[in-house]
């Protein structure tokens, strides 16, 4: 039986895709809506793949097939390829299923030879035309077809334009054009050992088997092998007549988008040139006019331009990206798909394109991704003012900032205590520095990559940063850094844009993020369709308020010991590390008590009605002590210096002497979590005290609160029944005292593997369970997420052995498994246990859909990803049922 393997345009549809190539299935579908595309046809992808399995021969039944599509093209246009009166000249391309740039370039003007090029001249009166267009197709033939590189073609223009001391390509004149042309067949010659093809219909074999070829040249498997498209796909070869741009002042060509891609509005966007060849556009010789002018000098082309956008969006229901030809005066339609756009044009297009009728509100939210609304969930450079770059690094983390420069985190601290704000500007950064994070307004290292220490904080946090500037060299030591000649000084006000990696001298304007009336249109909807809730990792009333105008239901994991950070409670909270006694301990945690009780106040009031899931203290208490070598140093210069105060020197070294006892050598699984509430239970108890307190404080002011308290890091289930019993006794203990009752519930995060594994024993004492897939990840995978960020992870994803990195994007199989294992567990034991995710994977859309598929209640993440949470988690709901 024989096998279809070539198309007319009009025999093939946009559903064929796979048979005929993303292009090709484009052509038809335009041909059969009766769209003016200059007539052709479509070599299979399947030919593509029996021309391989037939050892890189085209079979007889391919070359029967072509024949009969040729001379039904010819038929159709009343040219024949060849014919020296009036050549039928076409453009050949490869097109693949899933489009890969890096493939085969185009050939245009195939046909043309020595006598055909004469026809040609003569047919359009335009023999300059004529020559160029012959000059063009030997050149574009030899570099694809026969392997001669542009540049030496390019090199005989070059002597041309000297010789006769011309600056332009286009002073060449049609004799000129006739030399270069004999020279460039000279170079065939030379370098071939053989003449350039005069044939047309062998110029037209080699350029399909040209295509097939390029299918499995170097650079298209690798693109391959980095996308994961399979190898058996094949590539089409689309056959099509040429229509010509460059024939005077009532032709041209020129590319449109049917809507604007930056903003989605809906207007014609796009430019043209008047007697161009498609890359002439791209080429930048003449500058294109906008669409928009066309009006002006092509009316009915135009007239007619705009009403064949408006069919095309209603055919594919989309915004189009469009190329076309005016062929004196008759317009041409040479492609369509669909055009890449903006997150705002994105929003913008999806809703109103709903409200236009054309497609239902599911689409719409599944035409956004989550991802794309990074970009515009942060303060961006007000795009209306121009920008002097100094130097550019890593697009690390996005946002924009301005700031003065500091060269260490304490200064960060200090100064934005001082209500200044700052950017953190370092060789790179560690998690001693994390307290000038929280304070800048945006981080820039010199050093590091995408995944360095500064930049993943940074982007946790949702703050601008760039890593990688090697231009600017740092000196911490004098407080400056340079580029060339450039100094900048500790207190210089700079700029970054951390979604480009631009940094820039002196403040500019930047504007916050706004959620469009459409963006919150689409949210509401996506609100209407999800089944997973979507809260908020907040630790003070702004971030807590910034969540609710963002559309967080909760707060899904309030980080207390961030509010032991803030500089004046560091001393106190030093004081209750190093108390010696119970007592000692009490005084302090006493003088915490009311501060604590107004940070919960303060949090719970703005999100009365709503849930807060408020965890004890969990980091190892050394973070809140000086650094261990800075005070070494300090102490020995102490006892080296003979006028030094003996009170200074000894209350130092005592210092030292427990600072060296709370020393761990691996914090990460040391003395932090409930393991600090079990040997201390006081300060689990006054953290408690404090949220009850604002609670009842709130109830009389009639406000509703919902807290619910978590205990972290709970391994046995003996960790967290004690636990339990210090917030019952807590509860109660403030219920008699002030007679008044507060609803609350107590549960545990899951984010050690032997919580997961035991936890239908633990579900007997939690009422919720709230993985912690950031401790979960590093314990699972046996990693330190610091060190593997700053050390190895890179070369992992490099070398293609972890697919990404699992801290950003949930590992499934293997973290995601004890999610899994935890939601089932928990629930036999007991059936409405409610179950959520706070670490970072919360704001990340595919660890949204898995948490989605595992049953989860509600995910939550940084305040600025819950627009893009709400979506994902929409998404998750149509995708998965
Ligand atoms: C976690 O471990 O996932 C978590 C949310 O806690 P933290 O990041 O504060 O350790
Ligand atoms: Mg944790």
Redesign the pocket.
Known sequence: MSVKYVYLFQEGSGEMKSVLGGKGANLAEMTKVGLPVPPGFTISTEACNAYYQAGKQMTEEMKDQTIQALKQLEQMTGKKLGDASDPLLVSVRSGSVISMPGMMDTILNLGLNDDTVKGLAELTENPRFAYDCYRRFIQMFSDVVLGIDHFYFEQIIDDMKNEKSYRLDTELTSEDWQRVIEKYKELVQQKTRNPFPQNPADQLNWAIQSVFDSWNNQRAVIYRKIHKIPDDLGTAVNVQMMVFGNMGDDSGTGVAFTRNPSTGEKVLYGEYLINAQGEDVVAGIRTPQPIHRLKEEMPDVYRQFEQICHQLENHYKDMQDIEFTVERGKLFMLQTRTGKRTAHAAIKIAVDLVEEGLINKETALLRVDPDQLNQILHRRVDPDTTLQVVAKGLPASPGAASGKVVFDADEAEKWSKEGEKVILVRPETTPEDIHGIVASQGIITSRGGMTSHAAVVARGMGKPCICGCEELKIDVKVKTASINNTVIREGDLISMDGGTGAIMLGEVALIDPVLSDEFQKLLQWADEVRKISVRANADNPEDAKKSREFGAEGIGLCRTEHMFMAAERVPIVQEMILAETFEERLEALNKLLPMQQGDFYGILKEMAGYPVTIRLL?PPLHEFLPNLEELIVEVTKLQMSPDADPAERYEKESLLRKVRKLHEFNPMLGHRGCRLGIVFPEIYAMQVEAIFKAAIQLMQEGISVEPEIMI??VGHVNELKLMRRVVEETAERIGQETGMAVTFTIGT?I?VPRAALTADEIAEEADFFSF?T??LTQTTFGFSRDDAEGKFLHHYIDHKILPENPFASLDQRGVGKLVEMGVQLGRSAKPDLKTGICGEHGGEKESIDFCYRAGLNYVSCSPFRVPLARLAAAQATLKNG
Do not use: A, F, Y
Request: aromatic share 0%.
């Open positions: 969990d972290p890091l995060m984010e912690g950031n401790d």
